[in-house]
């Protein structure tokens, strides 16, 4: 029922308005889009953790940039210290263009162009928020993975100083800063993560020809270097 | 000293730097000196990286001409009406207030290699230990009969970006209807391997909508260029029946221009042209000749380094050095420049030096949303910087990888900008 409700809002938008997501969307629905859109970086459930991203757990109504021990991006704290508080309305705005609303913010994901997607994701994450001890089971905590690093190589423990001069390469395109616009931010992701990602890239798992291209010819050793460097740079 | 065009802006130029910074000699107090010429993609990141990274051991001069550098890349965008020439633009304050670069805006007309001093045309004597050429292009005098540089607000190269852009894109705007833009496209190897194809594709975006019946003609005297395969493609897909490109083998590479009656000739035929986009053969900046370190055009370095083949203690970076197979781009001076910072940093305190590796992408648009790139590692070899792998866009890619690729385009630009700039 509820996407018939919402379709005409859309429709509307296409117009030149930005619709707003709708209480009352559907969970399941946004459960999926949560694993497609969010899960690679975000957990969310019982025993959700910071990954590249902060876990979700109660972000309704609560405080901007309070998890702790997450980094989050200047232009974040900044929001934060101005009183901006995560309300069905405002994680709509940000779902929908993250960068128009926060405008440096680490977070790289283009947005959710679709209010009606944004109901449903946003009736998801809500599960989490109402009360901690109706948190449901067996929730998506596990980050999405798209491959799988072995146990050695995650265990190498990565020199910082190499990274840094390895990370010159990486800052033609990618912000030391984390800002990112077209080309997303690499900073503070946990090493493992990093690591993943580009074992992904060097076995031509995940696709992109410059960045198959780089990890192609970086080392285990470099790799984990590299992760060091940005899982702990300033 | 010839009192030139170039002698003279320069004189001009220090006397304001004469004012704003009186006292940059004897600044090292004992401290290791670099000096860098030339404040683009290669000397604003060597610069930056070794103040960054020596936390204040290593004193470094930039000496760069302009207060507002404005970047040769993304300056065809400008052409195409995608870039405003205020967001190609950057100032040194950061490498100064934030690094403690002394930044002098001056002219480097002089290199005493014996003595070890750059002087400038503002008077100035500047010791150094290391010193870093970082010059870009110049054109070779006599390339193209008929044009030279005194001729070049009657017939734009615009490749070194500024109001030559602005300047070649108010000659476009205001052609005839039906009026013809002409290119004389440059011979191997100038800045920017596919620059002079990007910006006929962005130049034909424009006409598209201001003077649809206008005509596009290259004169090439290259048998390939970069990118060919894609370019032609979306030339056929955007902008058919506009582009005529007339190669070596029907007289492209034998070319004559006539700044007073606006005519090109090719291969003996004379054309009126409206806009008319010399872009001569290339040399290195002049500053490497000056300094005596030039074989030919360029300045041959050693790949690992890039320190000058002909004297260890000058360093060359960009477009200004011959190198082996990295094509001349920002990306790829960018990329030299932290080698070379690396390396200098290690020889005057002592650091670490890591073994050399290089990268470079050159991302170009065709038409709106229509991005294409090509991207290569290198490695450095006794001889060169020598080739690893590398890969291209594929013709018929679908919309979204082009869209994609445009984005990923304004994101490298911010990147870069910022590793440059700070």
């Given at each position: 029922?509820?996407?018939?409700?919402v379709?005409?809002v859309l429709?509307i938008a296409?117009?030149g308005g930005s619709a707003a997501a709708q209480v009352?969307g559907?969970?399941?629905?946004g459960?999926?889009l949560?694993?497609?859109d969010c899960?690679?970086?975000?957990?969310?459930?019982?025993?959700?953790?910071?990954?590249?991203g902060?876990?979700l757990?109660?972000i309704f109504d609560r405080q901007a940039g309070?998890?702790?021990?997450?980094?989050?991006s200047?232009d974040m704290?900044l929001r934060a210290?101005a009183g901006l508080k995560w309300t069905f309305e405002t994680l709509d705005k940000y779902i929908e263009n993250p960068r128009v609303f926060v405008s440096r913010t680490?977070m790289?994901y283009a947005g959710m162009e679709s209010a009606e997607d944004r109901s449903d994701l946003l009736a998801?994450l809500r599960?989490?928020s109402?009360?901690?001890?109706?948190?449901?089971?067996?929730?998506?905590?596990?980050?999405?993975?798209?491959?799988?690093?072995?146990?050695?190589?995650?265990?190498?423990?990565?020199?910082?100083?190499?990274?840094?001069?390895?990370?010159?390469?990486?800052?033609?395109?990618?912000?030391?800063?984390?800002?990112?616009?077209?080309?997303?931010?690499?900073?503070?992701?946990?090493?493992?993560?990093?690591?993943?990602?580009?074992?992904?890239?060097?076995?031509?798992?995940?696709?992109?020809?410059?960045?198959?291209?780089?990890?192609?010819?970086?080392?285990?050793?470099?790799?984990?270097?590299?992760?060091?460097?940005?899982?702990?740079?300033? | 000293?010839?009192?030139?065009?170039?002698?003279?802006?320069?004189?001009?130029?220090?006397?304001?730097?004469?004012?704003?910074?009186?006292?940059?000699?004897?600044?090292?107090?004992?401290?290791?000196?670099?000096?860098?010429?030339?404040?683009?993609?290669?000397?604003?990141?060597?610069?930056?990286?070794?103040?960054?990274?020596?936390?204040?051991?290593?004193?470094?001069?930039?000496?760069?001409?302009?207060?507002?550098?404005?970047?040769?890349?993304?300056?065809?965008?400008?052409?195409?009406?995608?870039?405003?020439?205020?967001?190609?633009?950057?100032?040194?304050?950061?490498?100064?207030?934030?690094?403690?670069?002394?930044?002098?805006?001056?002219?480097?007309?002089?290199?005493?290699?014996?003595?070890?001093?750059?002087?400038?045309?503002?008077?100035?004597?500047?010791?150094?230990?290391?010193?870093?050429?970082?010059?870009?292009?110049?054109?070779?005098?006599?390339?193209?009969?008929?044009?030279?540089?005194?001729?070049?607000?009657?017939?734009?190269?615009?490749?070194?970006?500024?109001?030559?852009?602005?300047?070649?894109?108010?000659?476009?705007?205001?052609?005839?209807?039906?009026?013809?833009?002409?290119?004389?496209?440059?011979?191997?190897?100038?800045?920017?391997?596919?620059?002079?194809?990007?910006?006929?594709?962005?130049?034909?975006?424009?006409?598209?909508?201001?003077?649809?019946?206008?005509?596009?003609?290259?004169?090439?005297?290259?048998?390939?260029?970069?990118?060919?395969?894609?370019?032609?493609?979306?030339?056929?897909?955007?902008?058919?029946?506009?582009?005529?490109?007339?190669?070596?083998?029907?007289?492209?590479?034998?070319?004559?221009?006539?700044?007073?009656?606006?005519?090109?000739?090719?291969?003996?035929?004379?054309?009126?042209?409206?806009?008319?986009?010399?872009?001569?053969?290339?040399?290195?900046?002049?500053?490497?000749?000056?300094?005596?370190?030039?074989?030919?055009?360029?300045?041959?370095?050693?790949?690992?380094?890039?320190?000058?083949?002909?004297?260890?203690?000058?360093?060359?970076?960009?477009?200004?050095?011959?190198?082996?197979?990295?094509?001349?781009?920002?990306?790829?001076?960018?990329?030299?420049?932290?080698?070379?910072?690396?390396?200098?940093?290690?020889?005057?305190?002592?650091?670490?030096?890591?073994?050399?590796?290089?990268?470079?992408?050159?991302?170009?648009?065709?038409?709106?949303?229509?991005?294409?790139?090509?991207?290569?590692?290198?490695?450095?070899?006794?001889?060169?910087?020598?080739?690893?792998?590398?890969?291209?866009?594929?013709?018929?890619?679908?919309?979204?990888?082009?869209?994609?690729?445009?984005?990923?385009?304004?994101?490298?630009?911010?990147?870069?900008?910022?590793?440059?700039?700070?």
């Open positions: 029922m509820m996407r018939r409700v379709f005409p429709l296409g117009l009352g559907d969970p399941e629905r459960e999926e949560f694993r497609s899960a690679s970086c975000h957990q969310v459930g019982q025993g959700a953790r910071n990954r590249v902060p876990h757990n109660g309070q998890v702790e021990g997450f980094r989050y200047e704290m210290s680490r790289n998801y599960q989490f109402a009360d901690p001890a109706d948190i449901p089971e067996a929730a998506p905590t596990a980050a999405a993975v798209d491959h799988d690093v072995a146990p050695e190589i995650l265990a190498i423990v990565g020199d910082p100083a190499y990274g840094e001069y390895l990370s010159t390469e990486c800052t033609s395109c990618h912000q030391e800063s984390g800002a990112a616009n077209g080309i997303p931010s690499i900073t503070n992701w946990p090493a493992d993560v990093f690591v993943t990602a580009m074992h992904a890239y060097k076995d031509g798992v995940r696709e992109h020809n410059v960045m198959e291209m780089m990890a192609s010819r970086l080392s285990n050793e470099e790799i984990a270097a590299l992760a060091a460097y940005f899982e702990n740079i300033e | 000293m010839k009192l030139n065009r170039r002698a003279f802006i320069g004189t001009a130029a220090a006397g304001a730097a004469t004012l704003s910074a009186p006292t940059v000699m004897g600044q090292g107090n004992g401290r290791p000196r670099v000096v860098v010429v030339g404040g683009g993609a290669g000397g604003a990141t060597a610069a930056r990286y070794i103040a960054k990274d020596s936390n204040g051991e290593i004193d470094v001069t930039l000496i760069e001409p302009t207060r507002h550098y404005y970047t040769c890349f993304f300056s065809n965008l400008y052409l195409g009406g995608f870039r405003e020439m205020d967001s190609l633009g950057h100032s040194y304050g950061g490498l100064a207030g934030d690094y403690g670069i002394n930044v002098l805006h001056d002219w480097a007309t002089g290199v005493d290699r014996d003595a070890k001093t750059v002087s400038t045309a503002g008077g100035y004597t500047l010791p150094y230990d290391r010193l870093i050429l970082s010059p870009g292009i110049d054109f070779v005098d006599g390339a193209v009969p008929g044009w030279d540089i005194s001729v070049q607000d009657r017939m734009p190269h615009a490749y070194k970006a500024g109001s030559q852009t602005e300047l070649l894109k108010a000659q476009i705007e205001a052609m005839p209807e039906g009026g013809t833009y002409a290119m004389v496209a440059p011979p191997n190897p100038f800045r920017c391997p596919p620059g002079p194809y990007e910006r006929v594709s962005m130049v034909a975006h424009l006409l598209k909508q201001i003077n649809p019946t206008a005509k596009i003609l290259i004169a090439d005297p290259k048998q390939n260029f970069s990118k060919q395969a894609l370019f032609e493609e979306g030339w056929n897909r955007h902008y058919a029946g506009m582009i005529e490109r007339i190669g070596p083998d029907f007289g492209g590479g034998n070319v004559e221009v006539d700044p007073e009656a606006m005519t090109l000739s090719i291969d003996g035929a004379v054309e009126n042209v409206d806009a008319c986009n010399v872009i001569p053969a290339m040399k290195a900046g002049r500053i490497a000749d000056i300094a005596g370190i030039t074989e030919g055009n360029w300045a041959p370095v050693n790949a690992a380094d890039l320190s000058s083949k002909m004297d260890e203690n000058i360093h060359v970076l960009g477009d200004a050095c011959a190198q082996g197979d990295m094509p001349k781009s920002g990306f790829s001076a960018n990329s030299q420049a932290k080698v070379c910072a690396n390396a200098v940093r290690g020889a005057l305190t002592g650091t670490t030096v890591f073994p050399a590796r290089f990268a470079n992408t050159c991302w170009s648009l065709i038409d709106t949303d229509d991005g294409v790139k090509v991207g290569a590692t290198y490695e450095a070899t006794e001889e060169k910087i020598a080739k690893v792998d590398g890969f291209i866009s594929e013709t018929g890619e679908s919309a979204d990888v082009r869209a994609a690729t445009y984005q990923e385009s304004i994101g490298w630009y911010d990147g870069i900008t910022t590793d440059m700039f700070g």
